[in-house]
């Protein structure tokens, strides 16, 4: 059997003739339809209520607009067939796909991604700017996660997988793209790829806004194994800022000398890295108290500091290189002893027991 999970927002205009289609093209295999409604204003529930007739349809309505990941998940939490397939309501993934991936399931894939990145693939009427926002954030997702990398388009909407393939697996419901944490936590040996055209949305408007494309990058992150070192490069960038406007406010605006500005600068910047790092970059980690990490961390960063000079000036006037070039290598350089300390020294991972 064949659950087919459809979150729907505002889709009234268009899921009738999903619903008619999905039926002709399954013709002859056992399905149902979840059709995941966050309480739409225009009636899509009632709609796809009244077709629950003549289709095998569940209605799933929730309380209000949830989104479109837990949408998902819910969806998947109250199918009940081995197989599954997640599609948007508004007929740019075309039903027409889905019994070629099934096909591929039966011949032994465990995840099945209607792609628009493979040959045969396409899609139409995306202007410069959707097509390299797209671009960009199949990009990201491929550096960011070793695992999308075995996918042309790991970002789809559209993809069925073995239910096995989850089993026990927790899925995290704020994350936006459900196909990212199936190829990431999911247990599947084969995935495969099955062209299809990603159409114009003929009626009803796309949810897609700023918000989500927020969402999609805190969610790369978490799901990243770079994680955490991703975390100690944004606190790093952070903390250099709060170094130098606390500088500008020290010297130029309050007119204290150089020598105490800078120094001062530089206490806050290594304060500000520490409370985000114990909050944030290695939360709930570190032995001793809050006041030994603190110290420790001073440490770490002299170390760096110190790391990062002296690498400079060895460079500068030991091989002859350009001032700048010596300088980054050495910033290089002492971020990475920074990052290797606080990892291991400074907040270490407990063991377990
Ligand atoms: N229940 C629920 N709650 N459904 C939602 C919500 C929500 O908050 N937001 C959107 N949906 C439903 C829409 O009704 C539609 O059926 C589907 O989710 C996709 O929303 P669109 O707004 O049409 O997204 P899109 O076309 O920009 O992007 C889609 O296609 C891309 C390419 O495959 C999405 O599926 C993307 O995830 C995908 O990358
Ligand atoms: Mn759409």
Not at 58 to 83: C, H, M, P, Q, T
Not at 156 to 182: A, C, Q, T, W, Y
Not at 203 to 228: A, W
Request: aromatic letters at 10%.
């Amino acid at each position: 059997m064949l659950s087919i999970i459809v979150p729907t927002y505002n889709e009234g205009e268009n899921i009738e003739e999903l619903i008619r289609r999905i039926g002709k093209s399954l013709n002859g295999v056992e399905y149902e339809v979840l059709v995941v409604d966050d309480n739409s204003p225009d009636g899509t529930a009632d709609i796809a209520e009244k077709l629950s007739k003549e289709f095998p349809i569940k209605v799933i309505r929730r309380a209000g607009k949830l989104g479109l990941a837990s949408a998902v998940l819910e969806g998947f939490n109250k199918s009940v067939g081995d197989y599954v397939v997640v599609m948007d309501a508004d007929l740019q993934h075309p039903p027409e796909v889905i019994p070629q991936m099934y096909e591929a399931v039966l011949e032994g894939c465990d995840v099945v991604v209607a792609s628009r990145y493979v040959s045969g693939g396409s899609i139409v009427g995306w202007g410069l700017t959707r097509r390299i926002v797209s671009k960009t954030a199949t990009m990201l997702a491929k550096l960011l996660i070793p695992k999308a990398r075995n996918v042309k388009d790991p970002l789809s909407g559209f993809f069925m997988f073995k239910r096995d393939s989850l089993l026990g697996v927790s899925l995290n419901p704020k994350g936006f793209k459900i196909l990212l944490e199936l190829l990431v936590k999911g247990r599947y040996v084969n995935v495969c790829e099955v062209p299809y055209c990603f159409g114009l949305r003929v009626r009803g408007k796309s949810k897609l806004g700023f918000k989500e494309i927020l969402n999609y990058l805190l969610h790369l992150i978490t799901l990243s194994p770079y994680m955490t070192l991703i975390k100690f490069l944004l606190v790093g960038s952070l903390g250099t800022l709060v170094n130098l406007s606390a500088l500008y406010l020290l010297r130029y605006i309050i007119g204290l000398e150089h020598l105490i500005s800078s120094a001062v600068a530089i206490e806050a910047s290594v304060i500000n890295n520490y409370l985000l790092h114990e909050l944030w970059t290695f939360r709930g980690r570190g032995g001793g108290t809050r006041l030994h990490r603190l110290l420790k961390f001073h440490v770490t960063t002299s170390l760096a500091i110190t790391t990062q000079y002296v690498t400079s000036q060895l460079l500068h006037y030991g091989l002859g290189l350009e001032s700048i070039i010596s300088q980054f290598t050495g910033i290089l350089l002492g971020f990475l002893i920074n990052y290797v300390l606080s990892n291991s020294y400074v907040w270490p991972k407990m063991r377990e027991i």
